[in-house]
């Protein structure tokens, strides 16, 4: 095999080399995530009008131009930010709204909505989400259209896939509901409002087992007042 054949034709290197390193390169990914964690904790510290893309460079240890070759600007990077948790928040959803309700009994009712109760909270009162909401709520003025698109995508599926088995569930009599919906979001505020809020003012989140402790009171206050 010839050295042109080894190395590839004089054609193929020189559009690699304009091409650049494919999306998928380690090192990529390893700079955009780089990139983004010090947007993320840039932005918290000091809100995203009050932080340059020379700050982010410095913070991820980085060139400005290799920041600028992963990201336009400002506005994609804090866009990408809200885009992995609401990626979360959907899969959370998806994933919920597979399970099924045709084992749940009365006998059983309770223990199922403790462990539902507990993943819920688990997966609200977590660091990425209180950092993001965070964001959201100092930016909604800047980013409006991005602040209703969160709340769509991510609490309001959450809700959805809840109010859709909580619906089931009083079919066959094991819930007394006058509206699904509002169950389910008196559901997901008393298993980790308060919670969630208490983070967000003071942008720590509680320990696993305050949570767990505050997801089972909140599940057996739903129980009193839906459980038939």
């Known amino acids: 095999m010839s050295a042109t054949s080894r190395a590839g034709s004089p054609d193929r290197r020189r559009r690699q080399l304009f091409e650049g390193p494919r999306a998928d390169d380690p090192r990529v990914l390893r700079t955009r995530a780089a990139v983004v964690d010090a947007a993320r904790t840039l ?49 959370f959803a998806g994933a919920l709204r597979q399970e099924s309700m045709a084992g749940i009994t009365a006998a059983n009712l309770r223990p199922t909505l403790l462990d539902l109760g507990r993943r819920l ?4 009162v977590r660091l990425e989400v209180v950092a993001l909401r965070r964001l959201l709520i100092g930016e909604a003025r800047a980013f409006p259209s991005l602040a209703r698109e969160y709340f769509d ?10 109010a859709s088995h909580f619906e089931r569930l009083a079919q066959r009599r094991l819930l007394k509901l006058t509206d699904a919906h ?40 739903f129980l009193a007042r839906y459980r038939r």
């Open 43 to 91: 932005f918290l510290q000091k809100g995203y009008a009050g932080t340059t893309i020379e700050e982010i460079a410095a913070l991820a240890g980085l060139a400005k131009r290799t920041v600028h070759n992963n990201y336009a600007d400002k506005d994609a990077l804090f866009t990408e930010i809200v885009a992995d948790v609401i990626a979360y928040a959907e899969e």
């Open 121 to 124: 909270a688990l997966g609200i």
């Open 153 to 162: 995508r991510a609490p309001g599926q959450v809700i959805d896939a809840l």
């Open 182 to 221: 509002r169950a389910a979001a008196q559901f997901a505020y008393l298993v980790a409002g308060e919670l969630l809020d208490r983070a967000m003012l003071v942008g720590t989140t509680p320990p696993k087992r305050q949570v767990t402790a505050c997801a089972r009171d909140g599940v057996e206050t």
